[in-house]
């Protein structure tokens, strides 16, 4: 299914919506065709877990010296009756949500600097790629949090 794949021509970054019970299979089949490599970023959002059966330990297991691994999981409390929405639709749908908030509320600093300062002096101090990013993080976590 994934030979030929163009992994190189699209970054290398794989973001894999999953359930719990198929994470094993899908490193499993990167690891057959040598797609974890050093310059490789792989985020699995596994998206049926909650307070009483979240551990990834066995999948980070799986992992040798030089695999990129990151995973997404719920740990809300789980409670007997207590509807939680879940599932890949649930987060498919609040990924890019939050992601929006994120670079909304960084979008909305920078602004007020840019508006103080002139077009020469924001090339000076205008947040590199990694600042950005760090923030967008940041943001995300507080509206989490939330």
Partial sequence: MLTGFPAHDLGNKFLIMTRKNIVKDFIQ????????RVESQWVYAVTDTNSMD???APFINMAHDGYNLAFLFNTSYAQEGLLCPS???CLASEIP??????????L?????????VSLEEWQIV????????LTVISE???FLRT
């Fill in 126 to 133: 205008r947040p590199n790629e990694k600042e950005r990013a």
């Fill in 87 to 89: 599932g890949l639709v």
């Fill in 108 to 116: 909305q600093e920078e602004l007020k600097t840019f508006d103080e």
């Fill in 54 to 56: 979240f551990d990834m």
């Fill in 140 to 142: 995300m976590s507080d």
């Fill in 29 to 36: 089949v990167a690891e057959d065709m040598s797609m974890f």
């Fill in 97 to 106: 949500e939050v992601l929006a908030i994120g670079f909304e509320k960084t």
